[in-house]
C-alpha cells in the first residue's frame, strides 16, 4: 500500500467504498488485481491507482451486434462484479485521451449498475444513472451521429477524459483534487512501451506552464486556418468510426447457419455433448458433433451468469474466481435456430 497522491488524466483506477484499505488490498490479492492500494482512505473510498483491470471488453465483445447485457460476460466486468460481492460498491475508471479510449463502472454486491466503454465508438453502453443524468452525459445516440456523419453532434457529444472525471467525483472522489492535500506521485514512473494505459501523466506546476504556452501557440495556429479545428476534430472522429466499421465487418466471422432442423427430431439437446468435473473443479467436455457451431462455456454463479466463453477449441475449462460458499453451475450452450440454447448436461458444485 501506498501514502494518496494525485492523479487522473491518462490512468486507470479503481474506487472502493470502504474505509479498510487492508480489506481491499487482501481481496484483490485474492483475485490478482494489482496496483496502487492507498492507505488512507478519502471521504469513505480507498482508491487504487494503476490497477491491473485495464479493458472492460475482450476483443470477441467489441464487435457490434451483440448486446449490451451480453458484454457483461466479459472477463473484466465479471471480475469486477465478483470482487463486488466482497466489497460492495465498486467504481472502475480509465481514461486516455491520446487514444481515445474511456470508460467507467459501477457495480455494487455483485451486480452491474452501469458499464461504459468508448473507443472510437460506444462499444458498451448499459444502464445509465442519475448522476450523469444530471452532469448530460448521455451518449446513446453518438454512434448514430456517427453514421449520418453529423460532425456538430459528433464534436458537442463526445466522451472524454473531463467527463470521467467528473463522473469519478459524482460516484466517489475527483483524484485531481487531491493535489493540494497530498501532492502527486515522484516522477519516476512504471513505463510499458507496449501498452499506452499504463502511461500515468501527472501534471506539474513547470507542465502546466509548459502547456499553457503550447496552448496559445495552438489557438493563434487554429485562428489562421480556413477550417475550424471542431470540424476537423469531429472529421476525423467520424472517419476512425467509420474505419472501424469497415474493420469490423472484414474480420467479422461468417458462421454456418444452423437450423433446428438439422438435429435429428429424436435426439435431446442437452444430450449432444457431457460434461464432467474433477476434485479441482476442472470441467472436460466430450467432442461436440459436427452439426453445432459457436458453442460456450457458461457460468452461473447462485443463479446468475458470470461467465459466458468461446468452449470451441478448448474441451476442458475451470472458472477462475470459484468463491466458498457459492453455488456453480456449468453448462455448454450454441448457437441453434437462432438463439442459445443448451446442448450438455449441468455440472453442480460448491467450493
Not at 303 to 324: C, I, M, P
Request: hydrophobic share 35%; aromatic share 12%.
Amino acid at each position: 500500500m501506498v501514502e494518496p497522491y494525485a492523479f487522473g488524466y491518462k490512468s486507470v483506477w479503481m474506487a472502493i467504498k470502504s474505509i479498510d484499505p487492508n480489506k481491499v488490498f487482501n481481496v484483490l490479492a485474492k483475485y490478482n488485481v494489482t496496483g496502487n492500494v492507498f492507505n488512507t482512505p478519502i471521504d469513505g473510498f480507498v482508491l487504487v491507482e494503476s490497477a491491473s483491470i485495464d479493458d472492460l471488453l475482450d476483443e470477441k465483445y467489441m464487435l457490434t451486434g451483440i448486446s449490451d447485457s451480453e458484454k457483461l460476460n466479459s472477463k473484466n466486468i465479471v471480475l469486477i462484479k465478483n470482487i463486488s460481492r466482497e466489497l460492495g460498491l465498486v467504481c472502475v475508471f480509465l481514461t486516455h485521451r491520446t487514444t481515445e479510449v474511456h470508460e467507467w463502472i459501477k457495480a455494487d454486491k455483485g451486480s452491474v449498475h452501469r458499464a461504459f466503454h468508448f473507443y472510437e465508438l460506444v462499444n458498451l453502453n448499459y444502464g445509465f444513472t442519475p448522476e450523469e443524468k444530471e452532469l448530460g452525459y448521455d451518449f446513446s445516440d453518438l454512434n448514430d451521429h456517427f453514421e449520418k456523419e453529423d460532425i456538430n453532434e459528433v464534436y458537442d457529444n463526445f466522451p472524454d477524459e473531463e467527463c470521467v472525471i467528473k463522473i469519478a467525483e459524482s460516484w466517489s472522489v475527483n483524484p485531481l483534487m487531491l493535489y493540494d492535500k497530498y501532492g502527486e506521485k515522484p516522477r519516476v514512473l512504471e513505463y510499458d512501451a507496449n501498452d499506452d494505459y499504463n502511461i500515468n501523466a501527472h501534471h506539474t506546476k513547470s507542465k502546466r506552464k509548459n502547456n499553457m504556452t503550447f496552448g496559445i501557440v495552438l489557438g493563434v495556429i487554429i485562428l489562421i486556418l480556413p477550417i475550424s479545428a471542431k470540424i476537423i476534430s469531429a472529421y476525423f472522429r467520424i472517419d476512425r468510426y467509420q474505419h472501424r466499421q469497415q474493420e469490423q465487418q472484414s474480420s467479422r466471422p461468417n458462421p454456418r447457419p444452423i437450423a433446428t432442423s438439422s438435429i435429428p427430431d429424436d435426439v435431446e439437446l442437452t444430450s449432444l455433448i457431457t460434461l464432467t468435473i474433477d476434485e479441482e473443479y476442472l470441467v472436460t467436455r466430450t467432442e461436440a458433433p459436427e452439426f453445432l457451431d459457436r458453442i460456450s462455456w457458461v457460468v452461473i454463479a447462485d443463479g446468475s451468469q458470470v461467465l459466458g466463453r468461446v468452449a470451441d477449441n478448448e474441451l476442458q475449462y475451470k472458472y477462475f474466481a470459484n468463491t466458498e460458499g457459492v453455488k456453480y453451475e456449468v453448462y455448454i450452450e450454441s448457437f441453434i435456430g437462432g438463439k442459445n440454447q443448451q446442448v450438455s448436461n449441468v455440472v453442480v458444485y460448491e467450493p
